[in-house]
Each structure stands twice: as C-alpha cells, then as structure tokens.
C-alpha cells in the first residue's frame, strides 16, 4: 500500500473508477459446502453468456484486475479459458477461485496457454482423517490437493505463474487445519495463504472463533509465515509484503474513517451472471446498475451508489467479514 494510497483510504477518498472487478461467471457449483451461502440466495443458478461477458470486459474503463469467480466454481463454466484469454488480451491481471476438484489435465494446461496471473483454491484442510479415505470428502481433498501439486510443478516452465494462493476460513475448533495449511502450502511451494471469516449472515448458525480466539489464531500463522518465509493475509492482521505490509499494519485502524466502511468496497465491485453490478459478492441481488446498458464509471459516481455508501452499514447489516474490527459479539457467537 502506497503512502498516498493509505491517505486516501484514511478519508475515505473514493477513487472514479474501481480498480478491481469481479465477475460472477456462474453461479452453479459442483459442491454444497457447509459455509457457503449459495443455495439460500435466492437466484437461479446459471452460467454467464460469453458474448455478454466479452461487451462488458470491453467496458472496463480505468479497472485493472478482475477475478472471475462469484457464487459459483468457475471450473464449471465451458468457456472459462476463453474468458481468461478474452481479458488477458486486454491488459487486465486476470485471477479466479477455486475448489480444484474438477480439475482435467486439458484445463489445467489452457490456464497455462491462456496466462493466467494467479488462482486460489479454497481448502480447509490438508489431513485426511482414515475415516474420511472412503467417503465424498476425503476423494475431493485428495483431488484438489493433487491439482495444487500440479500446477505449482508445472509454474516452474511458466516463469513461476500463475501464482498460487490457498484461501483456508477462520472457523470454530479448526486453528490446527489453519496451521497445516500454512506449512503444506509453504513445503509445496505456494505463494501466499489468505486467512478469512465466514459470513454469518446467511447462516447464523455457523460457528466462528471468539475474538480472543482469532487473535491467537492470527498471531500464531503470523509467526508460521515468518518461520516457513510464506506470506500470510489477512485483513485483521496484515496483507502483503515488506514495506507494504508494515504500512498497513501501522495504518489499518485508521483505515476507511477508522474503521467506518468496509476495507472491500473502496475500490471494487461485482458483476452478477446478468450483468448487474452490486457493491459487493455479499450482496448478489443489490443491483445498482444494468452494466449490459451502462457506464462503469456512470454507475460508480451514481447517487444510488453513493448512497449505498452513506447507508453501507445499515444495507450490510452485522457483515463484519472484510472489517479490521471485529463487530460486538453475543454470547453464541452469533452476529
């Protein structure tokens, strides 16, 4: 984080364009996971039309990432290198998300011949118990694992890319899964691990660490991460590396009005499967404009969006998922 840039996100300083635009490719996914919401969003689960997505990548004024990944597992989508080509050609660092199990040999090669700058995988853990070896669950780590592999072997003729990140989340009596994650990804050679919380506002049922928990959580994949040289991200904690890891973690309460507004908003927004933008994945449905008939820039400056951001808090409700600090907590857990 550059100084000027940390000045700006202290004031909140929005900038006239976002940098970062993801795009829900689709919604459909090959599996149910206890802690995604999908299924309870209310919307119809299809794939985003290529000819659409190629107009409104042509309409990325002054953006320079996108991610292609929303409600859904991008592997699912037919034309998914097409698409990382598709933006690749335009100049854009092109990443997505996910849970690697349907991976093939002939897509793992095109993320290769298209580019690609950098994939995650979500993985909640790297140990599978015997009791797991014969069921669903212990079959699909054994893939996705085996796909990280892979791909991290492969990189070596592709000048290191793309960069690999494993996106493990922060939940209840799970820290040890955090912490082997951390050092599997640091002995097989990955990039960074991204540590993150569950939204609870779909499911307040889910359980995650008390307060003092995810600090001593934190602190300690804080120490993993020096200890294996793996770099650690984390909003609570730190992101990045270097002098812009010190800066903000000397800055980050400071951040967006000491904490008022949500780190993720700042300079980025969502695309859902119909081209609507919303300010944010967590919110699929809050549609403040049609980018299929208008302007990024139009709609980022708009008074809907504006006033999205003045009412962010009430709009989010107890959403604390992207915030240095944490939201009061009941005595359940339950946000």
Sequence with gaps: MKAIEAVRRMFYMIPSTPNYVQFEITNECNLSCKMCPREVLGVKFINMDFEMFKRLVDKLEGVSMVSLTGWGEPLVHPNLIDMIKYCKSKGLITKFTTNGVL????????????????????????????????????????????????????RKEHNGFPKVTLQVMLQKGRAKDIFDVIEWG?????????????????????????????????????????????????????????????????????????????????DYCYVNVHGKITPCCLLPNYAIGDFNTMRLKEIWNSEKFNQFRKNEAKICGKCDVMRVKMLVQDRNNNF
């Design 186 to 266: 640091a002995q097989k050679g990955a990039d960074r691990i991204n540590i993150g919380r569950l939204n609870l506002n779909f499911d307040p049922n889910l359980e995650r660490p008390s307060q003092e928990e995810e600090q001593s959580i934190l602190d300690t994949a804080e120490k993993l991460g020096k200890k294996h040289k793996i770099q650690i991200d984390c909003i609570q904690g730190g992101i990045s590396t270097g002098i812009t890891r010190s800066v903000y973690k000397a800055a980050k309460k400071y951040l967006h009005k000491n904490g008022k507004y949500c780190l993720k908003i700042y």
């Design 103 to 154: 991976f093939t040999p002939a897509l793992l090669q095109g993320i290769f011949d298209a580019e690609l700058d950098e994939i995650t995988f979500s993985i909640d853990s790297i140990t599978i118990d015997a009791k797991d070896i014969k069921n669903e669950l212990g079959h699909l780590n054994k893939v996705a694992l085996r796909y990280i592999q892979q791909i991290l072997d492969k």
